[in-house]
């Protein structure tokens, strides 16, 4: 005889189940339970109600609303709260004295293979003009002709420092074996040496103030042909076969390989990564769309940048001078590609 509790009556009475009933009734219960369990699995109910909010909220991009330009100098941030610099956004005079009180080295990593060591000159002219103006800049120049480097007047605190390297006879080749060969300098050379590390392309130059205000563990800089872009029209990689791969219900903003940097070891990080990812594609048998940019791209997604750069500072002035921009700070220099690269 067991106890058992019929609702209807609501109490306990004395029931008659045997224990042999009691074992099926038991045994039939669990193999409900367990059915239903396998059940959802194989379907993927239990996995998917999660993933599928997740997904949900991938698919919410809101950015290009984001990047209109300040009004009233407000703060402007990404969803993960990094600041997006644009001109008004910040204090340089207090954030020059932290700097200087912390007394800070940068350094600007530039590569000028072959016949783009022509473009020293007016990048480095134009870098003391406007990069980080009363702070000390080590200047690495990585090069295949050393003897082309120009000379050029610095300001006190600042050098150059000549990096002769092997030069590659594919183009695509010199720009993916950047990140190699800033992370083997990152543990060697930076780490001793500064505390931020930036790297610029050399086919630019310096138009206005470019300071500390971009100085932070991580930054990356929105590309000036995406910034008012809807996702769907980033050109991440979309081939699954590559590392870089970005599926199209991911990415924040699209960065320019142009303009990034951050704290040695933040770049020491970042470089190892997309190299690793550069050379597993090599070994595969695939190139991103655009080389080490693609990688860094997908890096940004997984590592955000702690600070994001506005186009102001990588701006091509093909694309017109739009209102936003209140300074176009790091320009393109014009250049016939045929006639520079592989040269
Ligand atoms: C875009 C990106 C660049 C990089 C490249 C990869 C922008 C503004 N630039 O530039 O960052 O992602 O695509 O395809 O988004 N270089 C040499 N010698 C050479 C070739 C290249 O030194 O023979 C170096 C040099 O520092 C140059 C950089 O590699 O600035 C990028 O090459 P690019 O400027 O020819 O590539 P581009 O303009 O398509």
């Known amino acids: 005889m067991y106890l058992f509790f019929i609702p209807g009556k609501g109490r306990w009475v004395k029931g008659c189940f045997t224990k042999h009933n009691l074992y099926v009734m038991s045994c039939t219960i669990v193999l409900c339970f367990s059915l239903s369990y396998f059940w959802n699995m194989s379907n993927g109910t239990w996995q998917n109600t999660p993933v599928k909010m997740y997904n949900t909220m991938r698919m919410t991009y809101k950015n290009p609303e984001l990047l209109k330009p300040p009004r ?154 995406f910034y008012a872009a809807e996702r769907r029209s980033f050109t991440y990689e979309r081939r699954p076969a590559s590392q870089a791969y970005v599926p199209h219900d991911e990415g924040d903003f699209y960065y320019a390989g142009a303009f990034f940097g951050g704290t040695v070891k933040e770049i020491y990080k970042l470089t190892k990564k997309c190299h690793e990812g550069i050379m597993m594609d090599k070994k595969n048998g695939i190139e991103a769309v655009w080389q080490e940019e693609s990688h860094l791209n997908k890096y940004f997604i997984y590592h955000k940048p702690t600070k994001v750069l506005s186009p102001e500072y990588v701006w091509d002035d093909n694309l017109g001078r739009p209102n936003i921009l209140r300074k176009r700070r790091f320009l393109a220099v014009p250049k016939n590609h045929a006639a520079i690269r592989n040269k």
């Not at 016949?115 to 134009?126: A, G, M, P, Q, S």
């Not at 980080?132 to 050029?152: L, W």
């Open 72 to 225: 009233n100098d407000v703060l402007m941030v990404t969803p993960w709260l990094a600041p997006i610099i644009w001109d008004g956004t910040y204090n340089l005079e207090i954030l020059n004295e932290q700097f200087r009180q912390r007394n800070v080295t940068t350094g600007l990593a530039v590569f000028a293979i072959k016949k783009y060591v022509v473009f020293l000159k007016k990048f480095l002219e134009t870098a003391e003009m406007y990069f980080m103006v009363g702070h000390k800049v080590n200047y690495y120049i990585f090069t295949d002709r050393p003897q082309d480097v120009p000379e050029v007047a610095l300001r006190e605190g600042r050098k150059v420092v000549v990096l002769q390297i092997q030069n590659y006879s594919r183009w695509q080749e010199i720009c993916l074996r950047r990140m190699e060969v800033m992370n083997h300098f990152s543990q060697q050379l930076f780490i001793n040496e500064v505390s931020y590390l930036v790297s610029a392309d050399i086919d630019m130059r310096f138009n206005d103030e470019v300071g500390v205000e971009i100085l932070s563990d991580l930054f990356g800089t929105i590309h000036p042909g």
